[in-house]
């Protein structure tokens, strides 16, 4: 039997003592935590005891100990009956502070309990499989009506739905990518008029800018982002990067050919994965960029069959919780076709976040 590495035991022990002395005059049992925590989904008490289990506890998977410190983060958890999640959105400044404590605490465990090699992280390591029952929910944004093609309108015998969408090209690749990757969840898209609430509870991956994409403007701004889109008369064909540097707004701007703007052969992408606002038991990823150069570039950063190890490799090595992450990133375009980042080049990314980006 294999050795259990001290800090998997270490964190059987603190997840033992969250249920059991978090709160002393609280008798919490396994089976209330395992229903708070299941949060609509079933999970046994079984499960929870494995968890905790002095002599050979097994790894919680990412979201279960994201799930443990939204619970423990408040005693507004306790003081439902039965106890049950409290909403993230009504957290005080205090709670949400525990609530941040408490998440890197446990995910730091689970990361020393891992300890995977560098070829193990690569092999392991897939930012689009989601290892859980998903939904997952791609959003698009809808073009104007002036850019819409007659083919897109429903009077129109040869009507096509799609031909309304916006940045399609990014759509169809990462569609199609995640369904491979989780081949038993049920995977949609919508545009951003179309999405319901429901929608937005589960795996949300976000396409293109703020532009056409009110939600993307309003999740963006709620997952506290530590970059911003705005509009700048320097750009009027979309909206331009801005991150506050030492106290100072640091803007990024596209490149083109010549003064007379005929060719772009530079944009700025942006790739974000963090937890989704609206249930942070599932993940919030956003494929961004000025134009759609850019937006197809954060795309295929991890879709590249050429290139998307060694940039999920990238990824594990900057990041302490790859879950939690945004890179700003230039995106090459070379006679009119958008070049794969490589994050490996020095020149590619130009801002990161948490580690060795701007505080």
């Not at 879709?303 to 990238?314: F, G, H, I, K, V």
């Amino acid at each position: 039997m294999q050795p259990v590495p001290p800090p998997l035991l270490e964190l059987a022990k603190r997840l033992r003592l969250l249920r059991l002395q978090q709160w002393p005059d609280v008798k919490l049992t396994q089976l209330e935590l395992a229903q708070a925590l299941g949060d609509g989904t079933p999970l046994a008490p079984a499960t929870v005891s494995s968890w905790e289990s002095p002599t050979s506890p097994k790894l919680p998977q990412r979201h279960r100990l994201v799930a443990y410190a939204k619970f423990f983060a408040t005693r507004r958890s306790v003081e439902q009956d039965p106890p049950a999640m409290v909403s993230l959105t009504s957290f005080s400044d205090e709670e949400r502070k525990a609530y941040r404590k408490l998440e890197a605490e446990l995910l730091g465990l689970r990361e020393s309990a891992r300890k995977p090699t560098l070829s193990e992280q690569v092999s392991v390591r897939r930012s689009w499989h989601f290892g859980d029952a998903g939904p997952a929910t791609l959003v698009c944004p809808r073009l104007p009506e002036a850019e819409i093609s007659p083919l897109a309108r429903q009077s129109n015998a040869n009507y096509t739905e799609l031909l309304s969408y916006a940045d399609l090209d990014a759509m169809v690749e990462l569609h199609g990518h995640i369904r491979a990757e989780n081949p038993a969840m049920d995977v949609f898209f919508k545009s951003a008029p179309d999405v319901k609430p429901d929608d937005l509870s589960g795996h949300v991956i976000l396409i293109g800018g703020i532009g056409w994409n009110e939600i993307t403007q309003r999740l963006s701004a709620m997952a506290r982002l530590p970059v911003r889109q705005v509009s700048d008369p320097a750009v009027d064909s979309g909206e331009i990067f801005v991150t506050e540097i030492d106290g100072e707004d640091r803007k990024f701007l596209p490149r083109w050919q010549d003064d007379s703007r005929g060719s772009l052969i530079e944009d700025v992408g942006l790739l974000a994965r963090v937890p989704n606002p609206l249930n942070s038991n599932r993940t919030l990823t956003i494929c961004n960029g000025i134009h759609s150069r850019g937006v197809y570039g954060a795309v295929r950063t991890l879709t590249d069959a050429r290139l998307r190890d060694s940039n999920e490799q990238y990824i594990a090595d900057n990041f302490g919780y790859p879950e939690n992450f945004v890179i700003l990133m230039s995106v090459q375009v070379i006679e009119e076709r958008t070049m794969t980042p490589d994050f490996n080049n020095p020149d590619v990314v130009l801002c990161k976040w948490p580690e060795g980006g701007p505080r």
